[in-house]
C-alpha cells in the first residue's frame, strides 16, 4: 500500500528522532566553548526561553529554562517578564503540545540514550497513577509555593530546580565544578542530595522509558494539559488501520493512540507512526479532532481486551 505524504512525513521523525533531538539539545546549548572555559552564558539570549528543560546554569545554555524563570518571577506583579514566561509556555504548548518532550528536550535525550543501554527493560504500565505526580510537582513546587513564599525584592526560591530537578546538577554543578575551583569548593550537601537524585534518575532511566518524564517532570505535566488543544496533534485514519496492536504495543509511554490519539501522556514521537505497515497514523497540525473516521466497535473491544 502506498503511503501519503503526511504518514511518510510521520514514519520520517520517527526514524531519526535521536538526530533530530540532538540537533535540537546543540541548539539549546550552542556555547560549546563555555564547558572548558567553567563559565555560562550572560548574553542578551539568556532573557529568553528555550522550550525544553534546559538548566539556565548550563555553561552552554541559548536561554533559560521555562520552569525556572517562570518559578523565580512567578510570586510578584513587579516581574514582567512573569508574565513574558507564562505566555510564551502556553505558546509552545498550544504549538506543539507534548511534541517538545519528544524532540526538543535535551533531558529527553538523556533519558532515550540511557534507555538505549541493553539491559533488562521493565513496563511502567503498572504505575500509571505515578503520572499524577508530575501535576502535583507542578502545581505545588512550581506555582503555589513561589507565589507564597518570596524575599522583599519579591522574587521566588527556585523550589523544584533548587530540590529536585536532576538537570541541574547534570549540566550545571559537575561540568561547572571540573574546571572552576570556586564552584567545586562550593559544593556542599544541597549538591550530594541533587547528585543522588541524578543517580537514581540515571540507574531508573537504563531500566524504564523516561521515568522523570512521566512521574516527575513539572514541564511535561504542563505541556500534557496542551496536549488536546495544541496544533500539533496525532492523527488516526481507522479507514486504513488494519487493527494490529503494533503501535499499543511499540508505545514507551504507555499509549494507546487508536483510543486516545492525543493522549496527555504521548509526547509524540512517531514510534506508532513508524511500526504502522499501513501507514494509518500521523500527524496533524491545525484545530479540529484528529480520528478521521470512528473506531469500528469491535476494535474497540479488542484493544479494551488486549
Not at 572552576?180 to 549538591?191: D, E, T, Y
Request: charge should be positive; charged fraction near 15%.
Amino acid at each position: 500500500m502506498a503511503l501519503d505524504k503526511k504518514a511518510k512525513f510521520a514514519k520520517f521523525l520517527g526514524s531519526y528522532r535521536n538526530p533530530l533531538q540532538g540537533f535540537a539539545s546543540l541548539l539549546t546549548n550552542i556555547h560549546i566553548g563555555n564547558f572548558l572555559k567553567g563559565d555560562i552564558y550572560k548574553g542578551k539570549a539568556k532573557s529568553m526561553c528555550v522550550p525544553g528543560l534546559n538548566c539556565y546554569s548550563c555553561p552552554g545554555a541559548t536561554g533559560s529554562c521555562p520552569i525556572g524563570a517562570f518559578q523565580a518571577t512567578v510570586g510578584s506583579s513587579k516581574f514582567s517578564f512573569a508574565y513574558y514566561v507564562t505566555g510564551i509556555l502556553i505558546l509552545f504548548g498550544v504549538l506543539l503540545g507534548r511534541f517538545i518532550c519528544g524532540f526538543l528536550c535535551p533531558f529527553g535525550l538523556f533519558q532515550d540514550l540511557l534507555y538505549k543501554i541493553p539491559t533488562k527493560k521493565f513496563s511502567t504500565k503498572k504505575l500509571g497513577s505515578l503520572k499524577y505526580l508530575k501535576y502535583l510537582i507542578l502545581a505545588l513546587m512550581v506555582i503555589i509555593l513561589p507565589i507564597f513564599i518570596t524575599n522583599e525584592l519579591g522574587m521566588s526560591n527556585p523550589f523544584f530546580c533548587k530540590y529536585l530537578c536532576p538537570q541541574g546538577a547534570l549540566e550545571g554543578a559537575i561540568p561547572l565544578s571540573f574546571v572552576n575551583p570556586s564552584v567545586r569548593n562550593a559544593l556542599g550537601k544541597l549538591f550530594t542530595w541533587k547528585f543522588i537524585l541524578l543517580i537514581i534518575t540515571i540507574i531508573s532511566s537504563i531500566f524504564t522509558y523516561r521515568p522523570f518524564c512521566k512521574f516527575i517532570c513539572p514541564l511535561g505535566a504542563f505541556y500534557a494539559l496542551m496536549n488536546k488543544v495544541s496544533f500539533l496533534q496525532m492523527k488516526v485514519d481507522f479507514g486504513s488501520c488494519i487493527g494490529c496492536n503494533r503501535c499499543y504495543h511499540v508505545c514507551k509511554m504507555d499509549v494507546d493512540v487508536r483510543k486516545s490519539p492525543n493522549h496527555a501522556e504521548c509526547i509524540r514521537c512517531g514510534l506508532c507512526a513508524k511500526c504502522c505497515p499501513t501507514g494509518a497514523i500521523s500527524y496533524k497540525y491545525g484545530f479540529g479532532e484528529s480520528l478521521e473516521k470512528k473506531m469500528p466497535s469491535q476494535e474497540i473491544l479488542k484493544s479494551v481486551k488486549e
